[in-house]
């Protein structure tokens, strides 16, 4: 049986895909001398000259990273309040416990009594009873301590804090906010420009067109959105970033009606190639309503109708054994988001050795999910020592308080990672991007320059000859890392400074 699946997977790779997977091509920048002196490095350095070089290290692509999870607090409650910024919306969001309802409260809906500050538009809000607007407050005139605790409400930061908290809060605290194109469009910008401050090449983030709302509370077309966003990253300040960007639209994969988000999403994102380069499916895999094989057939029919949308899919991001990959695969995937329970699928990771086929790793995402108690539990190890291509993503960072440097000294610090390993694990992010050809071998060399200047100005003078090539990119470390390695300060609000 395994047999069969494998040879069907196989054949329908093409073959320049399984060439690229090989990592046949030499790189100049992996050599014994960059190996030994990274080694020699790496057992003097202290933990904040080791987080300094890998934040100037360039990085390839970030391939796993939603917007919508992406936006820091200090972010959301600017781009909340300042109408300049966000399309001239106002935002109400709730400070009371409800009392409206009594015992006919939905404790279970997207709009439980209990939820405090859940943000809604100023249409939603002007619709609402009497009653219930007693519950709200402009999120302009909170006090200071609301203020604070608003921020703190979309953070996964506490040691009480986990999956639950983060699945059945975070986005319907949210809401409205999220659906706003002009906040999503800005939240787009300064992630680039966080990134490139980074060293990151590529950005290929999941945003949806659809179910973006006007003030009014109306829909916009998806298509004035497609136009918003194009008009968006042509401004300067986007293309200053240096970041080049790449959407994937997302089904929520256990809503009753996803079969029907698929097909609309299909034709959006075949329709905009220059735009959409995949699609994805997201939403808690422990909801077994959303398992891979449910979309099997409405796959199996759009693949009739359109070419070449490729699927980059959640799976395997739970704690029982099953085989979630192994049927994502089938249903087309090329990359494989989290992959956390591979190891329980021996036949299916076996497959996935030496490609064609990625798994996007989300080591801190996976940490305060409680997939794993510790880093020590991960596999991600495992699959990079046995051939298993995988590259280091953020996911939902702004719920985290991190960045894609945190992810890069995790994997370092935690797993003792050889030059080779890393640098490859960087490249990895472009070699299975969904960039076109061209922009990939473009972008391919383009990162292998950087990446030899990067190793030339270390073998010539340590920390300070890369700081020097790389203009002195300031660091801005958040939270996360402060708490967890002790490498900086926090201020009143837990913020990194």
């Known amino acids: 049986m395994f047999s069969a699946v494998f040879k069907t997977l196989r054949r329908s790779i093409p073959a320049f895909v399984i060439c690229l997977s090989t990592h046949a091509e030499p790189l100049s920048y992996v050599t014994q001398d960059a190996s030994a002196q990274f080694s020699q490095f790496k057992a003097r350095a202290s933990d904040a000259d080791l987080y300094r070089f890998l934040y100037l290290l360039p990085k390839g692509a970030d391939l796993h990273h939603h917007l919508s999870g992406s936006a820091f607090p200090e972010w959301w409650y600017e781009l909340a309040t300042n109408t300049k910024l966000n399309g001239g919306y106002q935002y109400y969001t709730r400070v009371k416990m409800n009392q409206c309802d009594g015992t006919s409260a939905n404790q279970f ?97 999941q945003y949806n067109p659809m179910w973006q709302l006007a003030p009014d509370g109306s829909f916009y077309d998806p298509e004035d959105i497609i136009k918003m966003i194009k008009a968006r990253l042509a401004r300067q300040d986007a293309i200053s970033t240096g970041v080049k960007v790449k959407l994937q639209t997302a089904i929520l994969r256990f809503s009753p009606n996803a079969e029907d988000q698929l097909r609309q999403l299909y034709a959006i994102t075949s329709k905009h190639p220059e735009l959409f380069v995949g699609l994805n499916m997201v939403g808690r895999e422990d909801n077994d309503k959303g398992h891979p094989s449910r979309f099997l057939n409405v796959l ?25 990959i192994r049927d994502t695969l089938l249903l087309g995937a090329e990359r494989i988001g989290h992959g956390f329970n591979l190891l329980s699928d021996p036949d299916t990771l076996l497959l996935m050795r030496h490609g064609p086929y990625l798994v996007e790793i989300n080591l801190i995402s996976n940490l305060l999910l409680n997939y794993v108690d510790t880093f020590q539990q991960h596999p991600f190890p495992e699959y990079l020592r046995l051939g298993i291509p995988v590259a280091l993503s953020t996911d939902d960072r702004g719920m985290w308080d991190s960045n894609l440097t945190d992810e890069y000294f995790v994997a370092v610090k935690e797993f003792n990672l050889s030059w080779d390993e890393l640098a490859r694990l960087s490249r990895n992010g472009l070699e299975y991007s969904f960039l076109s050809e061209q922009d990939k071998i473009n972008a391919l060399a383009d990162f292998d320059k950087r990446m030899q200047r990067f190793i030339t100005g270390f073998a010539s003078n340590g920390l300070t000859g890369i700081s020097s090539a790389s203009g002195s990119a300031p660091l801005s470390p958040r939270s996360f890392i402060c708490k967890h390695y002790q490498l900086c300060h926090l201020n009143a609000e837990g913020v990194a400074h």
Request: glycine letters at 4%; aromatic letters at 10%; hydrophobic letters at 35%.
């Open 109 to 205: 809906g997207p709009n439980p009594p209990w939820l405090l500050f859940r943000t809604i538009q100023k249409s939603h809000y002007d619709r609402l009873d009497a009653c219930h607007q007693t519950l709200y407050l402009p999120l302009s005139n909170l006090s200071q301590q609301q203020i604070t605790a608003w921020k703190n409400s979309i953070t996964l930061d506490q040691p009480w804090e986990g999956r639950d908290e983060f699945f059945q809060t975070h986005w319907q605290r949210l809401n409205d906010l999220a659906a706003n194109p002009y906040i999503m469009l800005e939240i787009l910008v300064r992630n680039m420009r966080a990134m490139g401050a980074e060293g990151l090449s590529y950005l290929e983030t």
């Open 300 to 324: 199996r029919e759009l693949r009739k109708q359109y070419p070449g949308v490729k699927l980059s899919i959640h799976a395997g991001e739970v704690d029982e054994p099953n085989q979630h």
